[in-house]
């Protein structure tokens, strides 16, 4: 079983940044894929970023357009979402993904979820 745990959310102005966190407890951290994903108010869920088991590639959505950066650090078992240049169009809630595969490019069939942490951009 895998828990993961979302923090770093909050309020910032449009043009800000924030940083995510998603700290992973329970089985190898290290063999799993990682993602983010996002969930505006009456709108779909919707992959943001995922990561390989490695870090070495990560693979966004295409809304992104080098706006974030997503990467992990395996000794900590904690997977990061940096977001620079944050539009007031980006506030949902931000959850983290996990799975045990090497396609970083899914964006579905995860297994496990955080609880989610709340993006608001102001204007």
């Known amino acids: 079983q895998v828990q993961l745990v979302e923090s770093g959310g909050g309020l910032v102005q449009a043009g800000g940044s924030l940083r995510l966190s998603c700290a992973a407890s329970?089985?190898?951290?290290?063999?799993?894929?990682m993602a983010w994903f996002r969930q505006a108010p009456g709108k779909e869920r919707e992959f943001v970023a995922g990561?390989?088991?490695?870090?070495?590639?990560?693979y966004y959505g295409d809304f992104v357009k080098g706006r974030f950066t997503c990467s992990r650090d395996n000794a900590k078992n904690t997977a990061y979402l940096q977001m620079n240049s944050l539009k007031p169009e980006d506030t949902a809630v931000y959850y983290c993904?996990?799975?045990?595969?090497?396609?970083?490019?899914?964006?579905?069939?995860?297994?496990?979820w955080g609880q989610g942490t709340q993006v608001t951009v102001s204007s």
């Open positions: 993904a996990a799975r045990w595969s090497v396609d970083y490019t899914a964006t579905s069939g995860y297994n496990y």
């Open positions: 329970g089985r190898t951290f290290s063999g799993l894929v």
């Open positions: 990561i390989s088991r490695g870090g070495s590639s990560t």
